[in-house]
């Protein structure tokens, strides 16, 4: 077995404060979205995803994928999503085992309205709370670490 490259203080504390603030800006948000729209976060990104790929439609392993959700949680969501009639599922033409999500006009009018106190939430909680420099910085960070999470393809090509 390698040698585990143990955190040293300093990245301890950054570690730590990474996860706190990760946590509490996806609490607050889910708060707020609750709150005024009635949707949990997680609902909210899924139909954010779906509006903004072609036709309003993803295969679910490209949602799943964008996400970062697994496959069951995301059928859980979606499945309920469908419920309120805001996505609609479709089967895969060419593999009858994969589906695609679809959003439905109602899903896109819900997440129309839900949008601006979203974006109103994350200007204060987290673009005000940064000089522009930051910003700049934050967007280079969170893409390096995604390429590190990304590294991996899907192979199926409709579930």
């Known amino acids: 077995m390698d040698e585990v490259r143990w955190l040293s203080e300093r990245e301890q504390e950054i570690w730590r404060a990474f996860i706190t603030v990760t946590e509490g800006l996806t609490e607050h948000f889910d708060r707020q979205l609750q709150r005024d729209s009635a949707m949990p976060y997680t609902y909210y990104e899924i139909l954010v ?49 994969g589906s695609f999500a679809v959003l439905t006009d109602a899903g896109f009018a819900a997440l129309e309205a839900a949008a601006p106190g979203h974006v109103t939430a994350v200007r204060e909680k987290l673009f005000d709370a940064l000089t522009p420099e930051q910003v700049t910085a934050l967007g280079e960070i969170s893409k390096a670490i995604l390429a590190g999470l990304n590294c991996q393809e899907l192979s199926d090509p409709c579930d």
């Open 49 to 97: 995803a779906l509006s903004e790929a072609p036709g309003r439609t993803l295969r679910m392993s490209e949602l799943a994928g964008a996400r970062g959700s697994s496959r069951s949680r995301l059928s859980h969501a979606v499945a309920r999503l469908e419920d309120v009639g805001w996505v609609r599922r479709r089967t895969c033409p060419t593999d009858k085992r």
